[in-house]
């Protein structure tokens, strides 16, 4: 059983192109959020969502559009990717806004050609 | 000076050694401190929690903050070779969202 799932796990694309992240998660969790994790292993927030509410939108630019269809799905689309958006891309849930018990997926690494 | 200083590493270790890693930060505000294991190719996951000052213990893993000082720590003891993994630290304010990450440091236990 897996708590929190990505797909695709690879992504390999062209600068320019417009791409989407999926992200389900079965924990019965209320709040969902993307992070960037960079070559250098720094991990960022991105975005969160609570009750399919944006709460937080960090500095991120305004090609990241985060879209949750329902409680359990937060998917990241992304337009005209650009180099630098190359890095690994984590979804993650937790219970309640309060608390800091996240569950991560395994990640989807995107390269940017 | 970044928010969460972490050192890299690698830190090399022989099987049985106890580990301490350790984070600084310098946002007073912090009142949530976190560490997670991350392993090559995987999701981070959550080994430890603890809220405010104090210590925390879960097995072979303790976990220390020290608010006065600005300095966490994740004590490892009788390591073992599946411990190796990268170890993120995360901390964050009272009621908000924003977790801060550390770089991680990289640990790898020898047989």
């Known amino acids: 059983d897996t708590a929190v799932s990505q797909t695709p796990k690879y992504l390999v694309t062209q600068m320019g192109n417009d791409k989407s992240i999926k992200c389900e998660q079965n924990l019965g969790h209320d709040t969902m959020y993307w992070y960037k994790q960079d070559s250098k292993k720094f991990l960022k927030i991105m975005f969160s969502y609570n009750n399919k509410e944006l709460i937080i939108n960090e500095t991120v630019p305004n090609r990241f559009s985060p879209k949750s269809p329902d409680k359990a799905h937060l998917n990241l689309h992304i337009n005209s990717l650009e180099l630098g958006d190359s890095a690994v891309y984590f979804c993650?849930?937790?219970?309640?806004?309060?608390?800091?018990?996240?569950?991560f997926g395994p990640g989807t690494r995107l390269l940017v050609l | 000076q970044k928010e969460v200083e972490q050192d890299p590493g690698p830190l090399s270790v022989p099987e049985g050694a106890i580990v301490s890693l350790n984070c600084t930060y310098s946002?007073?505000?912090?009142?949530?401190f976190m560490w997670y294991r991350q392993y090559s190719r995987k999701g981070p996951e959550l080994l430890m929690y603890t809220y405010s000052s104090g210590n925390k213990e879960d097995g072979r893993f303790t976990a220390q903050v020290d608010k006065s000082s600005k300095y966490i720590s994740l004590f490892i003891r009788d390591s073992q070779p599946s411990d190796s993994a990268t170890y993120l630290c995360?901390?964050?304010?009272?009621?908000?969202?924003?977790?801060?990450f550390g770089p991680g440091t990289r640990l790898s236990v020898l047989p």
């Open positions: 995360a901390m964050k304010e009272g009621y908000g969202q924003n977790f801060v």
């Open positions: 993650a849930s937790s219970q309640e806004i309060v608390y800091a018990t996240q569950y």
């Open positions: 946002n007073s505000a912090f009142q949530y």
